[in-house]
């Protein structure tokens, strides 16, 4: 399958937030993340700042959604980390 049609990097959100957020985790050196691992973060930071259910954009078992659900997993402690710096 080519990737050439997968995109590298994750939507703006138009959320200062969110962008930002984002951007702190993946505008640094690190190891690098598929594109479906970056949308899980990137959906769940968006989520939780819009206060929206999160969407499932892949089918169960498949390897995209499993890297989409690490990606939420991220996103759930960079928000962590976020409201407690907030709290601050």
């Given at each position: 399958m080519s990737t050439a049609s997968v995109p590298t990097?994750?939507?703006?959100?138009g959320n200062d937030l969110v962008d930002r957020l984002m951007?702190?985790?993946?505008?640094r050196p690190r190891d690098p993340r598929s594109y479906p691992y970056k949308l899980g973060v990137f959906s769940?930071?968006?989520s939780r700042v819009a206060s929206t259910t999160?969407?499932?954009p892949y089918a169960p078992g498949t390897v995209d959604c499993d890297a989409f659900y690490?990606?939420?997993d991220e996103?759930?402690?960079?928000?962590s980390q976020h409201q407690a710096e907030a709290a601050q």
């Open positions: 990097v994750w939507p703006k959100s951007k702190n985790a993946f505008d769940l930071l968006a999160l969407s499932r690490a990606g939420v996103g759930k402690v960079i928000w």
